[in-house]
């Protein structure tokens, strides 16, 4: 290990070694539905502690194994890094022929220049995201399709937020970079619109991506680039005629004026794939008859917005629980 080298990444060392272990904990929290990890911190340091001491004393005691997975470990840094190395050279040779469009997947960009103009919708779903192409304005309306709920940035680590596809598409598509490296100005929309399903997974997806954007790309918000669409609950037909409605009570206003009878039509959108281009268009994205929420935030209010993001996305699983117990009376639940 020469002086002056780069660290040594734990791809490096998990490329060359595998640790299985065996555990049991009363008291567990899990990262997401696949139970890929445990999120318990005092999980972490008593497994962390344990491994490191008990992996001390077998490189003493064999010294022979120490020394060839260390040189592995230095093999495989070498070669991640010449890797890298030549990676980039041929990025920078084609980059002058190679748009944005290309190098992020199933993204569609608008044709205008005037960033004034230029708007990107964050759709939840390749379903949504092929009526979405269908139904934008191909000028000034650019398109992102996420593969479902991305990375919780409040609890991850940093490497696989940088190493996340979906975070890594968003970041493209912007132009601005994330953390020292952000710049607004090299922003390439006007409008940033997150647009899900109008259910309980979409405003989950809409929570990731704000916390991703308050976290990494704060004056976005600030200076009131980001926007929610909000695409109707409900679509009501009767006699060759259709209303759009946004809420129970826009529903129920509708019913008063129109009658409440067996002629009625009511369908309830469970996601935006149910539309067609032309209703997604004239109900979410035409900008004569769209409905559009912007994101806003007030400089005072910032500590309460980070313990907020922390409390009800963070990994600490005992001051989520306190919040929604205390507040789980002024939820509403639509099954």
């Known amino acids: 290990y020469k002086k002056g080298e780069s660290a040594i990444s734990f791809q490096d060392v998990q490329d060359c070694l595998v640790y299985v272990s065996s555990s049991f904990s009363t008291r567990t929290s899990y990262e997401n539905q696949t139970k890929k990890a445990i999120t318990n911190k005092f999980v972490q340091e008593a497994m962390t502690d344990f491994l490191k001491s008990r992996l001390e004393t077998y490189f003493i005691e064999n010294r022979v194994d120490a020394l060839k997975i260390a040189e592995q470990v230095l093999i495989n840094k070498r070669s991640r890094e010449s890797a890298e190395k030549q990676r980039l050279n041929i990025k920078k040779k084609l980059s002058g022929s190679i748009d944005i469009s290309n190098r992020v997947e199933k993204f569609v960009d608008c044709r205008t220049r005037d960033v004034s103009r230029r708007e990107i919708y964050i759709v939840e779903g390749d379903s949504a995201g092929g009526s979405a192409k269908d139904a934008r304005n191909k000028s000034t309306q650019a398109i992102l399709p996420l593969r479902g709920k991305i990375l919780n940035v409040e609890k991850a680590r940093l490497d696989r937020i ?135 935030m007030n400089e005072e209010m910032t500590s309460e917005i980070d313990l907020t993001f922390t409390t009800l996305m963070g990994d600490q699983v005992e001051p989520r629980r306190e919040f929604i117990e205390q507040n789980a009376k002024y939820g509403t639940l639509d099954i």
């Open 162 to 296: 940088y190493g996340n596809a979906e975070i890594k598409s968003m970041i493209t598509a912007f132009g601005t970079g994330i953390h020292e490296d952000f710049d607004i100005s090299k922003l390439r929309y006007h409008k940033i619109i997150i647009m899900t399903d109008a259910d309980v997974d979409g405003a989950h997806i809409s929570t990731l991506l704000l916390t991703f954007i308050y976290r990494f790309m704060p004056e976005l918000i600030k200076q009131g680039y980001v926007y929610l669409a909000q695409p109707p609950l409900y679509k009501i037909e009767k006699n060759k005629r259709v209303w759009y409605a946004y809420s129970d009570e826009e529903l129920n206003n509708i019913l008063k004026e129109i009658g409440r009878d067996q002629n009625n039509k009511i369908q309830r959108y469970k996601g935006l794939g149910e539309m067609d281009a032309e209703q997604l268009w004239e109900t979410t994205m035409d900008p004569e008859h769209r409905v559009l929420l912007r994101v806003t």
